[in-house]
């Protein structure tokens, strides 16, 4: 055990560190509550058995938090601020969150990316990601409902464009894009989501959105998802997607265990990137 002592002042002498120490410590703490409750809501006594300190320091740092906009109350305890059902962030400032976990999520899907077959890549960052990776696989095909994704592979054959209605996040819906998909046949399927849960599945923040992105599915053979860890308990408007409707998941190391084993029980194969 290592035991810390406070060093002494002399008088008159201002301390070096500690109000930046302290200040340090409450950003600490309050970032590992906000990690606990990732994996859902949480009890202020849970909370501080966790972190070694007592539930007033808990309930004042919930305060914080809370004023902050980043958790809300709920009765038993306290979760994570949850974002509209309908809120999408700009394609700029989605591009630039989590770039590393997109990538290394990205380069785990392309392992099931076979020469010579037909995919479809949906919307999305992580999306996109992939779609570059895989345009370098001989002969696959890919079909897509996103014009980034298609603006990305200008010189490569074998690019189809369903067509459709532009949504905010440049993605094809409706029933243009709907019928398209009805036309197809896909080995593999990859989409993103806005949000994922155990009870809501993959859900996006439009019904035209869900509703392109189910005929999709159905004209797949094997449906994977790809999801950063940063998507586990946002809720959006329409589910697309239960659970156990994926063959694949696809997340990174910063998935919540609890997120991680409700995916264990329901996904047909779950990936951690």
Known sequence: ???????????????????????????????RILAHLAGGTARVADL????????MTVRRDADRLEADGRIE?????????????????APLAKAALHRDEKQRIAQAALA??????????????????????AAAVPGVTIVTNSLPV????????????????????????????NRAAAMIGLDALFLGAHGIDAERGCTSPTLAEAETNRALMAAARTTVALVDASKWGVQALASFAALDELDVLVT???????????????????IVA
């Open 150 to 177: 298609a603006l990305a592979l200008p010189d490569r054959d074998g690019v189809v464009l369903t067509g459709g209605e532009r949504t905010r996040s440049d993605a094809l819906v409706g029933p243009v894009a």
């Open 48 to 55: 501080a058995s966790a972190l070694g300190v007592s539930p």
């Open 73 to 89: 109350r709920v009765r038993g305890g306290v979760r994570l601020r949850r974002p509209p059902v309908t809120d999408e962030p």
């Open 1 to 31: 055990m290592v035991e810390e002592r406070t060093p002494r002042r002399v008088h008159g002498e201002r301390p070096e560190s500690g109000p930046l120490e302290a200040g340090l410590l409450d950003v600490e703490r309050r970032e």
């Open 252 to 270: 990174d190391r910063a998935v919540p265990e609890a997120a991680a084993r409700a995916a264990r029980r329901a996904v047909g194969r779950l």
């Open 112 to 133: 099931l990316v076979r020469p010579g077959t037909a995919i479809g890549i949906g919307g999305g960052t992580t999306a996109l990601a992939l779609a570059r990776l």
